[in-house]
């Protein structure tokens, strides 16, 4: 009991000392209520004396907290409807486009390749076809140089030709990431899997992949011609009204020539021998490597129905993303260049 006693005249006579020097000063400190625990005592002023807390950094996490919650709104407001009618124009425009473009380019694209332009058509097809024979070939690990009527390649698979393809497309992989190309990225993984796909083959079936990407390196590379219409906005594709609106034609062109050779009558497949050349490729296809005709065709136009539905694919997202740009105009306040025709 008298320790008890002991201690609190210590604990009385410090308070009270305490006391006395603030009332000597100039001024008290006000009391504080802690904003945590509603704790209220005049010797509290910079941290609770029930709860512990600092009140400057408990201030400090409800401003930040405040602050987060308050993100939303601005951005809500950023995207109202209102926004200069230029924006707007250019978002209608837009939508427009990439609701007729496309459509349109094909079905011109069709006409054109069944009138007399189907010879200046195929001439601009041809240098697709042979690109799709060279590019397959480099798949396969063979040195191929494409010309116009024929693509050059090696006889036997080159693991030079393969480190170098594959340095290539990692070294443009890794630029994209750095610059957060994520489409890119994506691509350069594609055509990483696609490698060792062809790698994993064997040679008498690499040889026939090569000479079936002849019309099949053909469509995809003109459905990557028309995916490019697709470009972002901040893209040189997009800003450049000729090459973006070109790249499209040359793409629905080469396209609809190909798919018109192996959709149409058997007749119209060029079966022989290519002057100066050798067998033309449904020939090799089918008297070297055992493909039936059916087969051939078949597979044709199975490639070609993956094209058409990564066309449709890309064609409804461009129309839904073009959608809410009109929607949202203020979306675009941040390009402010339109592309120049």
């Not at 002991?6 to 504080?32: E, F, W």
């Not at 994506?186 to 026939?208: K, M, N, R």
């Not at 099949?216 to 000729?242: C, D, H, N, Q």
Request: charged residues 15%; proline residues 5%.
């Amino acid at each position: 009991m008298s320790l008890f006693f002991v201690h609190n005249r210590v604990y009385r006579s410090t308070r009270y000392s305490r006391l006395s020097n603030l009332r000597a000063g100039a001024a008290a400190p006000s009391r504080m209520r802690c904003p945590k625990c509603q704790f209220d005592h005049e010797l509290q002023t910079t941290e609770c004396l029930k709860c512990g807390i600092v009140f400057s950094r408990y201030q400090a996490a409800l401003d930040a907290k405040k602050a987060a919650f308050a993100v939303p709104v601005v951005q809500a407001a950023a995207l109202s409807p209102s926004a200069p009618p230029s924006i707007r124009n250019d978002a209608l425009t837009e939508l427009k486009c990439r609701a007729l473009a496309l459509p349109l380019a094909l079905i011109v694209a069709r006409l054109a390749a069944g009138t007399g332009l189907r010879l200046a058509v195929g001439m601009l097809a041809m240098v697709l076809h042979e690109s799709g024979h060279a590019i397959t070939a480099w798949l396969s690990g063979r040195w191929a140089i494409p010309t116009l009527w024929v693509t050059l390649h090696g006889e036997g698979r080159s693991w030079w030709v393969v480190l170098a393809l594959t340095a290539a497309v990692v070294f443009g992989g890794f630029q994209a990431w750095k610059a957060q190309r994520w489409g890119w990225v994506c691509a350069c993984g594609a055509v990483l899997i696609l490698q060792l796909i062809f790698l994993s083959l064997p040679s008498f079936t690499d040889e026939a992949l090569i000479i079936f990407g002849g019309d099949g390196g053909a469509m995809v590379l003109a459905t990557i011609l028309m995916a490019t219409f697709y470009a972002p906005r901040e893209s040189a594709l997009y800003k450049s009204w000729g090459l973006r609106w070109g790249l499209l034609a040359i793409g629905a062109l080469t396209f609809m020539h190909v798919f018109r050779t192996w959709s149409g009558p058997l007749e119209d497949i060029p079966f022989g021998e290519i002057e100066g050349v050798n067998l033309s490729d449904p020939s090799l296809l089918t008297e070297m490597y055992g493909w039936s005709v059916t087969q051939l065709v078949d597979r044709y136009l199975g490639l070609a129905m993956v094209c058409f539905v990564a066309l449709l694919a890309l064609y409804v997202w461009g129309l839904v993303s073009a959608y809410r740009e009109v929607r949202f105009p203020a979306r675009l306040s941040s390009y402010t260049t339109s592309p120049t025709p």
